[in-house]
């Protein structure tokens, strides 16, 4: 009965030869790997801003002081949205921080729920 024989490596070769060839071969000690790790980039922050709404404020005194915050661009659309969704005098007084770059909706949702 005849042997089979597999050679991967002549025996006469040193461990650092056998390693070298282990790295061309993309193999390493596990203390030599570094860790990969995903660096993901955080959104930038938005800009806040600080809004007061007094109590008996109208729709149009609440988009003037929105436009002068810089919350909305339009306040015509921002009224006029109001006017859409029958909200237009249930805005609540108070205090608001509100992001920059809000949609119209989201910011008269905000008005709607409170500070």
Do not use: C, H, W
Request: charged residues 25%; glycine residues 6%.
């Amino acid at each position: 009965m005849a042997a089979l024989v597999l050679k991967l490596f002549p025996p006469t070769l040193s461990v650092r030869e056998i390693e070298s060839r282990a790295r061309e071969l993309g193999m390493v000690y596990r203390t030599e790997v570094v860790p990969y790790r995903e660096v993901v980039a955080s959104p930038p922050a938005k800009e806040m801003v600080i809004v007061v709404i007094p109590a008996g404020f109208s729709s149009e005194d609440v988009a003037q002081a929105l436009k002068l915050g810089g919350i909305i661009g339009d306040e015509k659309a921002f009224e006029t949205r109001a006017r859409q969704r029958n909200v237009s005098q249930l805005f609540r007084a108070g205090v608001y921080r509100l992001e920059k770059g809000l949609s119209v909706d989201a910011v008269i949702d905000r008005l709607l729920k409170g500070p």
